[in-house]
């Protein structure tokens, strides 16, 4: 397949290019697109077949639901059933933006959609090029991340056309995305509100609006449970570099002797690379290569940065893995979530 790869500027829309994307959704295709967390695969959410074509070309297991994207508060009862005054309070609060809401689904959207469940996963992004696009699109657009499954997201055009180019009909290339980490799944279809994937809009942002919310133990552990997680996708061994890698966790002075050590004694026959804060990165000497992640006190540079790092390893055949914490106050549980889980929760207390 030829894939059809337009940029677009966020700041001066080009609506001729948004106008074919969204006549290519409509005809039962998929584009990829920007958003303010991860690039997107969107196909029609109301169209099984868009929905089949979206596992099939990003290779992901079919019970995995896809989440559906709009860019109108109203068209969400058009979807989901039982819409609580909680979800209609985050969503005046943190809509459009990276915040995703379960909700029981309405028989229009297809079992294809969701996986075969009987609820859907809802989400209205604040980028203007995502929201333009939804729209041409017909208003109903199921996106995944635009990665090959198990592969880091993407977070610029360049990762989306590495992994998608010939799979897809199109791809839209906005540049990088600010967030960078996928965006927060709230669940209200049980008794309590619950977290099922931690993202940019963090607990304490939610309990400023809707009080206490529960978390998916299977999820926000250091350590594997072994118990279920509700959100089908965050059992897969996501976000995974090809090397092996190992987060180490204790003082900096600590993890930094400890990181040295271990390049030491590795350095005959392994490719080697750390993640590391802006101020540490001088003082791991002998690594292949040394990433840097950015300052402590802006996590959100950290986050956007994520994803790149773990692809620049790969792209650097980078076979052995350090990353310092990064235990942050506010984006800390979202990034070490993706992190741990990219290590496959393998950490080192030192
Ligand atoms: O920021 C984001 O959410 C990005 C952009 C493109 O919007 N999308 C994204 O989609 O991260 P994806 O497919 O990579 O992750 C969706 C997650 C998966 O873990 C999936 O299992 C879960 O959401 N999910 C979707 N629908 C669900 C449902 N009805 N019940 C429980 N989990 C659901
Ligand atoms: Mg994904």
């Known amino acids: 397949m030829n894939t059809i790869y337009e940029k677009v500027d966020p700041e001066n829309i080009d609506m001729s290019v948004i106008g074919k994307a969204g006549r290519i959704i409509r005809e039962g295709g998929l584009v990829a697109f920007p958003t303010e ?15 089949r074509k979206i596992y099939e070309s990003k ?7 896809l989440i559906v994207h709009i860019a109108e508060f109203s068209r969400i009862y058009d979807i989901a059933d039982k ?14 933006g990276p915040l995703t809401m379960i909700f029981n689904k309405k028989p229009v959207v297809p079992d294809e959609t969701t996986g075969g469940l009987n609820t859907v996963a809802v989400r209205f992004p604040s980028h203007p090029v995502a929201r333009e696009f939804i729209r041409e699109a017909g208003g109903f657009v199921a996106a995944p991340s635009a990665n090959i499954s198990g592969r880091p997201s993407p977070t610029s055009g360049e990762h989306v056309l590495n992994d998608m180019n010939g799979r897809i009909d199109m791809i839209i290339d906005s540049g990088e995305c600010n967030i960078g980490l996928e965006s927060t799944i709230v669940d209200f279809t049980s008794d309590v509100p619950m977290i099922l994937r931690p993202g940019y809009v963090n607990e304490k942002m939610l309990n400023k609006v809707i009080g206490d919310v529960a978390k998916d133990p299977a999820v926000f552990g250091r350590e594997l449970t072994g118990q279920k997680p509700k959100a089908p996708g965050m059992k897969y061994r996501h976000y995974a570099p090809k090397g092996t890698m190992t987060i180490v966790s204790g003082e900096t002075e600590k993890v930094i002797a400890y990181i040295n050590g271990q390049i030491e004694s590795k350095a005959l026959g392994a490719k080697i ?18 990433v840097d992640m950015g300052h402590a006190d802006n996590d959100i540079e950290i986050a956007a940065r994520m994803y790149d790092a773990l692809r620049r390893c790969d792209d650097e055949n980078i076979n052995v893995i350090f990353s310092e914490e990064f235990n942050t106050p ?4 979202a990034i070490m979530n993706r992190l741990i889980k990219a290590a496959g929760h393998n950490i080192i207390k030192v």
Do not use: F, H, I, Q
Not at 59 to 65: E, K, L, Q, V
Not at 83 to 96: G, N, R, S
Not at 278 to 288: E, I, L, N
């Open 330 to 333: 506010d984006l800390g549980m």
């Open 59 to 65: 290779g992901r297991p079919s019970d995995n639901p």
């Open 273 to 290: 690379a750390v993640l590391a804060l802006s101020k540490d990165v001088t003082k791991y000497r002998g690594a292949d290569l040394v």
């Open 83 to 96: 819409v609580c005054p909680e979800a209609k309070l985050l969503a005046d609060k943190y809509w459009p």
């Open 37 to 51: 967390t991860v690039y997107g695969l969107g196909g029609d959410a109301l169209n099984p077949e868009s929905s």
